[in-house]
């Protein structure tokens, strides 16, 4: 509908790959790439490519991510404010930063979502939890002193040489069973802005 040509690659990331594209998507990878990968990966953005990372486990995407200055929690978020159906893993973001791919949108929500972090000035988070947002870290299923709760990143944007990219922490969030009318606006102003459009 926006006029995009979409196409999957089940191949190496390579620089003649990347080169028939303007926007590459990576969601939910479980193989880490490898370090080549993370160079061409790397190379496409500074080159004026738009890159979307969507996590599922965060751990395969570690090197590329580095690259980028993003950082990751070391287990999945959860929330007390806006949860969905009774999931402290499900809920729905609604502090969003002034961003093209957030412009004019109330909210969005997560499905299971990694806390994320960036490391350099030019990462700028445009979406985060409410301050009861929290980790579990003692394993209890529960929100307790033991557990880290702030607000956490779910979507961070930066820029790399001549190109963009955005890591969400969620790679469900696009599924076609949670594209309601705000993820989907989501959806379409972030693959415009990381476009160039």
Do not use: C
Not at 37 to 50: D, I, P, Y
Not at 108 to 132: C, M
Not at 150 to 176: H, I, S, T
Request: aromatic share 8%; proline share 5%.
């Amino acid at each position: 509908e926006q006029g995009f040509a979409v196409d999957s690659n089940v191949n190496p990331l390579t620089a003649d790959v990347l080169n028939a594209v303007d926007v590459l998507i990576i969601s939910g990878p479980f193989v880490p790439l490898t370090d080549d990968e993370v160079t061409a990966v790397t190379r496409f953005v500074e080159n004026g490519g738009g890159l979307a990372l969507m996590l599922h486990i965060a751990t395969p995407l570690r090197g590329l991510m580095h690259q980028l200055e993003v950082d990751f929690t070391n287990g999945t978020l959860r929330e007390v404010n806006q949860v969905i159906a009774e999931n402290p893993l499900d809920f729905t973001v609604s502090d969003l930063a002034d961003h093209p791919a957030t412009r004019g949108l109330e909210s969005f929500s997560v499905y299971g979502s990694w806390a994320l972090r960036g490391t350099a000035p030019h990462v700028t988070t445009i979406a985060q939890t409410s301050k009861h947002g929290w980790v579990d870290l003692d394993r209890d299923n529960r929100p307790t002193q033991a557990d880290a709760m702030q607000p956490f990143a779910v979507m961070v944007a930066g820029e790399l040489g001549q190109g963009r990219y955005v890591v969400l922490g969620d790679d469900a969030v696009f599924q076609n069973r949670y594209l309601d009318e705000s993820n989907r606006k989501l959806a379409v102003q972030l693959m415009d802005w990381l476009s160039f459009r």
